[in-house]
């Protein structure tokens, strides 16, 4: 093996460690960690591990403390987001149920999220506990919001108003949720 | 005239006040922006600045600029947001949201949805507090003695006192009971985990006084044989398992009472989902 490779794969390694073992309360680790860990081209490191991981059906998702910038992101604004792995691929409902999810508790998420990205990204607690509360049974409503909170699905103010956290910016593909919720006709 | 200046002054803090409410409303509220007369409103503050001497009608005139910028900027970032592929009709997303079935909002959300892979690790402080606790911890033996095994007793209320403390409606005892079986049955069929549920599941409600109510009926459920208790002490997890039928309890089975607490603050722990 080159030394070249050598240190690639010994890299790769570390990367591995660094993204899957939750070290902190969030899982996924930041930038600036990242390059202290694994030296300043450590995004080379990344790709290499998303290529990897690819036939897994798990990726690397970078989180950026805000929106997504439109143009290739400064030293800054890597260094603050998060990386973490995320499946790659769909799952079944009967999957989601087997990590724990119920499916009263998926739904409750799925129509939290698309209700505050459809009132651009925040929206009052209690229109969206209204809403919920013609799905799920009207106790497990204000349960649910709770946990979505804990989970880092959900973030909620001093003013009871719901906006979309960091989790959901790393999971879920809003623009898609809400199109496929538009575009759905009922069977 | 000075009568009348002061009434007008007074009247522009007022105005000034609507104004500033208006905009915070807007700002906390997440309402449509373009609800306040941006134009309108400078006018107002254009009129009554030149009368403001002192440093509080001063501060007042500045906070209202101050909201009413804040609002300008949000009607901004509305324009930007509705010109985004991002944006949907609220109303229109809300409808469909209300008719579509739970199912099929699972469905489509398991189709976006890209859940974190993480692998949770034990570290040596917590390997270390593990053993103190373990070490600490009393022989099973000595453990049991505080809970006493005995016979339950079920004849301690009477029908009449459990109306009377409006934990009974005026129905006879064995109809609520059998009402209360059924709906064990049905939340378990539906809801629940391989025919059982969990036991702070089914008797939590809304109301303190509600989940007692229903806790002491899911007592006589079990001593009865309408349900068993399954406890895993090692996870803290109770379960309720409905009888398909009714098993009436036999004399020679040794029955055990569990003493379970439905304290006030339990239920509060329920509420916040740490139970």
């Known amino acids: 093996m080159s030394r070249r490779k050598a240190y690639y794969a010994g890299r790769l390694k570390r990367a591995a460690h660094l993204l899957f073992y939750k070290r902190h309360r969030k899982p996924g680790i930041k930038g600036w960690e990242l390059r202290k860990a694994l030296g300043s081209d450590y995004l080379k490191v990344l790709k290499l591990l998303d290529d990897y991981l690819r036939m897994l059906d798990l990726q690397v998702k970078t989180v950026f403390e805000e929106e997504k910038p439109a143009e290739k992101p400064s030293q800054d604004q890597l260094d603050k987001a998060r990386f973490l792995i995320t499946l790659r691929g769909e799952i079944t409902p009967k999957e989601a149920r087997m990590i724990g999810w119920r499916v009263d508790d998926i739904a409750g998420l799925a129509i939290a999220i698309a209700y505050i990205v459809s009132k651009r990204g925040k929206a009052p607690r209690k229109e969206v506990e209204d809403i919920l509360r013609d799905k799920l049974p009207g106790w497990r409503v204000g349960l649910n919001v709770d946990r979505y909170i804990r989970y880092g699905y959900l973030a909620q103010d001093e003013n009871e108003q719901l906006y979309l956290e960091w989790r959901t910016r790393a999971e879920v593909d809003q623009n898609a949720l809400v199109d496929l919720i538009l575009s759905h006709e009922k069977t | ?275």
């Open chain 2, 1 to 275: 005239m000075m009568q009348s200046k002061r009434e007008h002054e007074r009247l522009g803090r007022e105005k000034l006040q609507r104004i500033i409410d208006t905009c915070k409303s807007v700002e906390d509220r997440s309402l449509d922006p373009f609800l306040v007369d941006i134009k309108g409103n400078i006018t107002t503050v254009k009129e009554y600045f030149p009368r403001w001497k002192v440093p509080e009608d001063l501060c007042l005139d500045a906070e209202t600029v101050h909201h009413l910028a804040s609002v300008t900027t949000l009607q901004s970032e509305w324009v930007k947001h509705r010109s985004t592929s991002l944006y949907t009709d609220p109303f229109l997303l809300e409808d469909k949201i209300r008719r579509m079935e739970k199912v099929d909002m699972v469905k489509i959300f398991v189709k976006v949805w890209r859940p974190t892979i993480e692998l949770e690790q034990i570290s040596l402080r917590s390997i270390t507090e593990a053993i103190e606790y373990w070490d600490s911890l009393l022989p099973m033996k000595e453990r049991w003695r505080e809970f006493p095994l005995g016979k339950d007793e079920t004849g301690t209320a009477t029908r009449e006192e459990l109306i009377s403390e409006q934990i009974l409606r005026d129905k006879a005892f064995s109809e609520e009971l059998e009402t209360f079986w059924q709906e064990l049955k049905k939340v378990a069929t539906e809801k629940g985990e391989d025919g059982k549920v969990r036991y702070w599941s089914f008797i939590g409600a809304d109301t303190y006084m509600e989940t007692v109510q229903r806790a002491f009926m899911t007592s006589f459920l079990v001593t009865y044989g309408y349900a068993t208790l399954e406890i895993h002490p090692l996870e803290e997890e109770m379960f309720i398992v409905p009888s398909q039928k009714l098993a009436p309890r036999t004399g020679s089975k040794q029955l055990v009472s569990i003493p379970i607490s439905i304290s006030a603050e339990d239920w509060q722990k329920w509420k916040k989902g740490e139970l």
